[in-house]
């Protein structure tokens, strides 16, 4: 009777992209397999069936013995087992914490609790995102935002310290965190036409301009809270709709400066409005951007508004957010 053992020796972790792309898609080894054979690699490589087995199951083998440092990215750094270049190192935590438009948008402004991760067969059916995936993804954005929720300063910051993320993905991570900790209700039907990328940019400028440190920068800020001062002085803004002495004056004033320069003045002067007349009225970008900047600057010529510094620090994050928002 002869028995077979497959050996690997080796002294450098060997790491193949391809096939650590099918693991973090949730795909199991039989189905990675299959993807793998009709990529034409055995074709290419004139390996047998039995070997690419073999490849992929020690693959397999070794991620998942990788996984628990990936949880702790640091200890991946640090650890003696597995002799990983720094560049693959630095490739395996970023792929490891990557996640797909269509989740991230099903779960943004969710608590990440067990509630919501029950959802994630339906999300996971809804997205065609694989359910392993799914649970991959949620649990980082868990793990990231139980590890920074109470830290001081700057979010995105602590993010990329803790788990050595990119600029770039720890700054999603930070849009995550903040959606999650202020539970913004991103899912609403009107929303939809919104990607994570533009909702990540409005949550950049409001960390930015909204949270304690904005304003002033002896505060040892937290960046996953809103400022609750600022959001209880915003209800003094009311008076620029509620008053109607002010209300015709701030539109006489937007609608003197804009006639004759928009395409769709008739339009502007008829729903003296934000973004949803404008988007059903199909009004050109370049005329919201001219809107926008008028309706903001009108407010300093007001006699009798006294809130100027509050409706620049509002209206200067809701400027730009709404324009990135609207899509023409």
């Known amino acids: 009777m002869t028995n077979e053992l497959d050996i690997f020796v080796g002294n450098t972790t060997l790491i193949d992209e391809d096939v650590y792309r099918l693991w973090l898609d949730g795909y199991s080894v039989s189905d990675a397999v299959g993807l793998r054979v009709r990529s034409g690699i055995l074709e290419q490589t004139g390996a047998t069936a039995g070997v690419l087995q073999s490849d992929t199951m020690d693959h397999y083998r070794t991620f998942h013995m990788l996984e628990r440092l990936l949880h702790t990215p640091p200890k991946l750094l640090h650890q003696l087992v597995f002799q990983i270049p720094p560049s693959r190192q630095a490739l395996l935590i970023e792929r490891y914490y990557a996640f797909d438009e269509a989740f991230v948008r099903e779960v943004l402004g969710k608590k990440l609790s067990k509630g919501t991760k029950k959802d994630l067969d339906d999300i996971s059916t809804k997205t065609g995102v694989t359910l392993k995936s799914c649970r991959r993804q949620f649990d980082n954005f868990k793990r990231v935002f139980k590890v920074v929720e109470e830290m001081r300063g700057s979010l995105a ?147 009798g508004f006294r809130h100027q510094a509050l409706w620049d620090r509002y209206m200067v994050t809701l400027r730009s957010c709404l324009l990135r928002m609207y899509h023409d």
Request: aromatic letters at 10%; glycine letters at 4%.
């Open 157 to 303: 910051g602590n993010i990329q310290q803790h788990f050595l993320l990119s600029d770039r993905l720890a700054r999603d991570y930070a849009a995550v965190v903040f959606f999650a900790n202020n539970r913004f209700e991103t899912g609403k039907k009107k929303l939809q036409y919104l990607t994570f990328g533009d909702l990540a940019f409005c949550a950049e400028l409001m960390i930015q301009n909204w949270t304690p440190g904005a304003v002033d920068s002896q505060v040892d800020d937290m960046d996953v809270d809103l400022d609750k001062e600022f959001l209880q002085d915003l209800k003094e803004l009311k008076v620029l709709v509620a008053d109607k002495d002010l209300l015709d004056l701030h539109k006489s004033l937007v609608c003197t400066a804009l006639r004759g320069k928009l395409s769709v003045f008739p339009e502007m002067e008829a729903n003296f409005k934000f973004i949803e007349p404008c988007r059903s009225d199909r009004w050109p970008l370049n005329d919201v951007r001219l809107f926008l900047n008028q309706y903001s600057a009108s407010v300093h010529s007001l006699d």
